[in-house]
DNA sequence: TCAATTGGTTTCATCTTGAAACCAATTGGA
DNA sequence: TCCAATTGGTTTCAAGATGAAACCAATTGA
């Protein structure tokens, strides 16, 4: 779906991650799926999305490789599940999620936290050099793939 | 703009970070600022969207806090600058960038580098708890907020 | 000074979304 | 075992969002 535009053949990695899960539900799915939810009801009673944009984005995903089908287990239903793919979209989500609890929630409001399991330490995203040493944003500069034989 | 549904009221903030940059070209948007990008034509031809569009989006995106207009330096013109607000979305950027440059390009095809501006080595996103130790996502579970009085 | 560029807005056709109705297959309970 | 409810969708249709193009005032540049 989303034909508007594409940016598939966009030399930005960001760009052609946003051609696969840009649109407002597709994340919001994912977030549900890393979240242990597998079935097209409980996606539908979490999100509130209407049931055809629902089969459409999960047939999406599915297509893309985000999301997979697994016969059942219990049951004669199917499940979705992340693939392995999907399940490196784990970054996008913390980093949203930290965005959000930064900007987005008044002094005191409640929010939902991402923490370690075993010990219950809060999780946060780092941003480092491929050796480890943290950086700020303003250090970090974008390369540009040569186009024709400019910088 | 958007009108579609809300996710405002939600307590999980990924779900509020989405209500305000989760269409197809805010986070683009974003990512030409960060590129350096402030004027309206600038981002017109680098991002091939449609004027109008381009207008509401910088106009919301403004009044979200996510973009300032400044007067000027050389021009009677505005200029779009990210706030500090804005700024802190560079980690859900470099998340982006990571997952497309894993599994959106082929190998051998070329993209985009995000480097170290004095070094030139590459930046890259780490998950870690907030004792500094680095984790696998399998390790992180949501605790939700308590509603009533459920965990 | 005059043409081109910038930074939009308006209009309109097309595409996407959302709500509701509908449906077959599955499941759960009496 | 039988029937009702639930699941996992699809179809239809109205409303909303998007994109292209035309248009326009202000700015800039030669």
Request: net charge positive; with cysteine.
């Amino acid at each position: 779906m989303v034909k508007r535009k594409s940016h598939k053949g966009d030399y930005c990695p960001s760009a052609r991650s946003l051609d696969v899960i840009g649109d407002w539900w597709s994340l919001l799915i994912v977030r549900d799926a890393f979240d242990g939810l597998t079935r097209f009801s409980e996606f539908q009673r979490s999100l509130g999305i209407a049931k055809n944009i629902l089969a459409s984005r999960l047939r999406t995903l599915t297509e893309r490789g985000i999301l997979e089908t697994v016969p059942a287990a219990d049951s004669a239903r199917q499940q979705y599940r992340l693939t392995r793919m999907g399940r490196d979209l784990f970054p996008v989500m913390v980093a949203l999620r930290q965005f959000g609890e930064r900007h987005l929630f008044a002094p005191g409001e409640k929010h939902s936290h991402l923490v370690e399991r075993d010990t219950g330490k809060a999780v946060r995203l780092d941003i480092r050099t491929e050796d480890g040493r943290p950086i700020s944003p303003d250090e970090a500069v974008i390369v540009k793939v040569p186009e024709t034989d400019e910088a």
